[in-house]
């Protein structure tokens, strides 16, 4: 079986600090991790994904994403928050129940506020 | 393209009530699905499919019905709206990858209320 946990379910940073959201995964096998970023009033938009290869992965805007498998994380970060960059943001896993059919586990999202 | 569109936006029933939320996909994708997105609880999976014609059941597919008759086109219906079901409604597609995971794509969501 497969989950995703997202520490904190508020984040607030000041404009121009470093942006860290948390997420630790569980999988039964290689995980699939997926950052989604949610406007207010709008749908899901792809961050970035890790499948295979580099852990580091870059994404839209500016974020980044390390997996770390003896740490079972994937933390999202950005070095310069913008105001821009307020929004919900969900980690996603992938799950293999009920076959290969590109099913998503998501985690319970990180609101993200940016103080100016 | 469109990418993925829902119809409605907004959406007020009474308790009882049914109703039939459409999504749209031009990408000619195999996978479609429904989630409901509530406070707290993250984005949970109701009904999915993989293609025309079949279906299956997600993590809280009780109180929903689907159905994909054209590929382009996932239904979702409510026979008895309840107050519980009061959420935002996701619509998602993808086609699986070959050696790659293809990431889902989102609809703009309906926003649902049952009073």
């Known amino acids: 079986a497969q989950s995703v946990t997202q520490l904190g379910s508020h984040v607030s940073v000041s404009e121009g600090a470093l942006v860290l959201l948390r997420c630790n995964y569980s999988?039964?096998?290689?995980?699939?991790l997926f950052w989604y970023v949610q406007y207010p009033n709008q749908g899901l938009q792809l961050l970035l994904k890790?499948?295979?290869?580099?852990?580091l992965v870059k994404g839209i805007n500016g974020f980044e994403a390390e997996f770390k498998k003896s740490e079972t994380s994937f933390h999202l970060t950005k070095p310069s928050a913008h105001m821009s960059d307020a929004a919900e943001y969900f980690c996603?896993?992938?799950?293999?129940?009920?076959?290969?059919?590109?099913?998503?586990?998501f985690g319970t999202g990180t609101l993200l506020a940016v103080q100016p | 393209n469109a990418g993925v569109t829902q119809t409605p936006k907004f959406r007020v029933l009474k308790t009882g009530q049914s109703m039939t939320l459409l999504c749209a996909q031009d990408?000619?994708?195999?996978?479609m699905y429904w989630y409901r997105q509530d406070p707290g609880m993250g984005l949970r999976l109701i009904h999915y499919?993989?293609?025309?014609?079949?279906?299956a059941k997600g993590e809280v597919p009780d109180g929903y019905n689907v159905s994909r008759l054209k590929k382009q086109n996932f239904l979702l219906g409510l026979e008895s709206a309840a107050p519980s079901q009061t959420s935002v409604y996701f619509c998602?597609?993808?086609?699986?990858?070959?050696?790659?995971?293809?990431?889902?794509?989102f609809g703009p969501g309906t926003r649902l209320t049952v009073l």
């Open positions: 999988s039964s096998v290689p995980p699939y």
């Open positions: 998602a597609s993808v086609t699986p990858g070959r050696g790659s995971y293809n990431e889902q794509f």
């Open positions: 499919s993989v293609g025309e014609g079949t279906t």
């Open positions: 996603a896993v992938r799950t293999t129940q009920g076959g290969a059919t590109n099913k998503l586990i």
């Open positions: 890790y499948t295979t290869g580099a852990t």
């Open positions: 990408m000619n994708h195999e996978y």
